[in-house]
């Protein structure tokens, strides 16, 4: 039992559930309205794996000559239709040319099975978005940041480690999606705890092969009880309702199978962070159950290009869609004065 409800707290962020309609019933298919200073087109672009990767590209109407452009995916579990169009619609109504993006395995991008996750994959899922913005012809390909939220702020790290053509980057109520599934909320998890969730999840390997299929990871209730972890209950209402439910959106109306943590329990992402020579501007919500990645993240950052924002009185998910939480003043600044 101890080792299932590690399982369970740990995947409880990224699970979903049952059917439901989707909630904005019109051409617009997105949760957020939509903004009329900006164009949107699909777009897909394929990464190193081969994996199509299915984007809305936002554009300021009337843009003419090469401009700045931004990448935008998360949260994790979540599809281009929530939050990450939100900031990117933002974005652009700014000025800037900005991408959202289904991660591998989810949403309208390619890759089976579905549902997984792969903290390799979804790095480099966001170099491959700069790979699409750096050829098109009204991005300057020397000005090109990204946004990661959730646990795609985590990835983002991740990559701007990696990939020096992000010149500059920024995470939005950031999970490290390694040491949670590694460690478990506020590293609870011991060296035994794990061994024996890994035990689990591995014999849980052997049914999949056997019967053809994915056992899937328990979601989030379709009725809360009142009983459920504060975490919980602020994920159901912007996952669950009308505010943020999207019928492809893994959380909304789905589940991640249950063995996508493994090659996360195994991967650090964060391991060369320290390295990260392009700005980066980390945003979390003080009472945020999550601070502590972004805390702990921030730390290991050097040079004087890093900075720190915490916004008073906002959750783990304000920092999703409350445009009153949310500080675009502040990222539209950071991305100006990085992206010159």
């Known amino acids: 039992m101890k ?36 164009e949107v087109k699909k777009v897909n672009f394929k990464n190193r794996y081969g994996i199509t990767l299915a984007g809305d590209l936002y554009t300021p109407k009337n843009v003419k000559g090469k401009h700045a452009a931004i990448a935008v995916s998360g949260p994790f579990g979540a599809v281009k239709e929530q939050a990450s169009g939100l900031y990117a619609q933002t974005m652009a109504e700014r000025g800037f040319i900005a991408l959202a993006f289904d991660p591998s395995y989810t949403g309208e991008s390619s890759g089976e099975p579905r549902n997984v996750a792969s903290p390799d994959i979804n790095t480099e899922d966001f170099s491959a978005a700069v ?27 991740n990559a701007a480690a990696m990939d020096t053509r992000i010149k500059a980057t920024v995470t939005s109520t950031m999970y490290d999606m390694s040491r949670v599934n590694a460690n478990g909320y506020f590293d609870s998890m011991d060296e035994k705890a794990r061994y024996e969730l890994k035990e689990t999840l591995n014999k849980q390997r052997t049914e999949d092969y056997k019967t053809g299929t994915y056992a899937k990871a328990s979601g989030l209730p379709e009725k809360l009880t009142g009983e459920e972890p504060l975490l919980v209950k602020e994920y159901w209402e912007y996952y669950k309702t009308p505010r943020g439910f999207h019928k492809r959106s893994i959380n909304s109306n789905g589940n ?9 329990i195994n991967m650090p992402i964060l391991s060369y962070s320290s390295e990260i020579q392009n700005a980066v501007l980390m945003i979390h919500g003080e009472k945020a159950h999550s601070r502590y990645f972004s805390e702990d993240a921030f730390k290991k950052l050097k040079g004087d290009n890093k900075e720190f924002l915490i916004i008073k009185d906002a959750n783990h998910v304000d920092l999703y869609d409350n445009l009153e939480k949310i500080p ?13």
């Not at 962020?13 to 298919?29: F, H, R, S, V, Y």
């Open 256 to 264: 991640w199978n249950m063995t996508s943590s493994l090659s996360f």
């Open 3 to 38: 080792t299932l409800l590690i399982c369970i707290m740990t995947f409880i962020l990224i699970l979903g559930g049952t059917n439901m309609t989707n909630a904005k019933e019109n051409d617009w298919d997105k949760t957020f309205k939509k903004s009329d200073k900006v």
């Open 328 to 340: 675009f003043d502040k990222i539209e600044s950071f991305f100006k004065e990085h992206l010159k």
């Open 131 to 157: 790979d699409f913005l750096s050829v098109q012809k009204n991005v300057d390909s020397d000005k090109i940041g990204i946004i990661g939220i959730c646990g795609f702020g985590g990835m983002g790290l």
